[in-house]
């Protein structure tokens, strides 16, 4: 789509593979991606918002140039609008998604802005970022292989 700017807002909270894939083909559909790390204050993200970001950057290769990464937080239409993007970008993992998806997708039409879905490709779809933080927290909590020791 010639001259379009799409959006692909979320927490990021970890940025998944699936976050990946999904950058790598929408930049390939649209001439500029950003993605939008949303600073929500309902969510208890593992890092603050710069952070995220850098991660985020650090995940993108630097042949993507045409791929960005931003904080916002406000509405992600006042964003949108703000730089004058064409479309926003979501992720379906599973049908149980797509109810909720439906929702914001009909709140950001009244707001101006129009909604591309794209599917989790199969082997992605299980993985979300709050199954990534349990697998990490999981991880992190256990205990010492035996035969070693963190004190005396």
Request: aromatic content about 8%; proline content about 7%; overall charge positive.
């Amino acid at each position: 789509m010639p001259g379009s700017l799409a959006v692909y807002p979320g927490t990021f909270d970890p940025f998944t593979p699936g976050h990946h894939d999904l950058v790598a083909r929408a930049r390939v559909l649209f001439d500029r991606v950003i993605v939008l790390l949303a600073v929500n204050a309902d969510k208890r993200p593992t890092a603050e918002a710069r952070t995220r970001a850098a991660r985020v950057r650090d995940a993108m290769p630097v042949a993507w140039g045409n791929v960005e990464v931003d904080t916002w937080a406000g509405l992600t239409a006042a964003y949108c609008l703000r730089r004058g993007a064409t479309v926003i970008v979501r992720g379906l993992r599973t049908a149980a998604d797509l109810g909720h998806e439906y929702q914001l997708a009909a709140m950001n039409e009244q707001l101006g802005m129009q909604t591309v879905w794209l599917p989790a490709r199969p082997q992605l779809a299980a993985t979300s970022s709050t199954v990534a933080r349990a697998y990490r927290s999981a991880q992190s909590a256990r205990p010492s292989p035996a035969g070693t020791y963190d004190h005396v």
